[in-house]
């Protein structure tokens, strides 16, 4: 697993969920510290009981998470992540078939 490419998500999720990182942290029973080491890959092998506690408490799901993933497999290193799972989940709501 890219653990830059997952940081990056797992941020751009926070930035979607309108939340405090103090309320993100209530939530999931990971400090902050914790929190912001996944989105600068501080962590060598994230564990998936936090990661998927952190996915729900922003408002999304480990499913679309590891789909999302998968599919960003061929971005740029540059891209925008936030921008991408944006359009991602919304073409993923127009065509379930094809996404998450």
């Given at each position: 697993?890219?653990?830059?490419?997952?940081?990056?998500?797992?941020?751009?999720?926070?930035?979607?969920?309108?939340?405090?990182?103090?309320?993100?942290?209530?939530?999931?029973?990971?400090?902050?510290?914790?929190i912001?080491?996944?989105?600068?890959?501080?962590?060598?092998?994230?564990?998936?009981?936090?990661?998927?506690?952190?996915?729900?408490?922003?408002?999304?799901?480990?499913?679309?998470?590891?789909?999302?993933?998968?599919?960003?497999?061929?971005?740029?290193?540059?891209?925008?992540?936030?921008?991408?799972?944006?359009?991602?989940?919304?073409?993923?709501?127009?065509?379930p078939?094809?996404?998450?």
């Amino acid at each position: 697993m890219d653990n830059v490419l997952l940081g990056k998500v797992l941020k751009a999720m926070y930035k979607l969920s309108g939340k405090t990182l103090a309320q993100l942290s209530d939530e999931t029973g990971l400090t902050v510290d914790n929190i912001n080491n996944l989105f600068y890959a501080r962590v060598q092998k994230p564990g998936y009981i936090g990661v998927s506690a952190f996915c729900r408490a922003a408002g999304f799901t480990s499913a679309e998470l590891a789909a999302f993933l998968e599919a960003a497999d061929e971005l740029p290193p540059d891209a925008d992540i936030t921008e991408r799972f944006v359009e991602y989940l919304r073409e993923a709501e127009e065509n379930p078939a094809a996404g998450a």
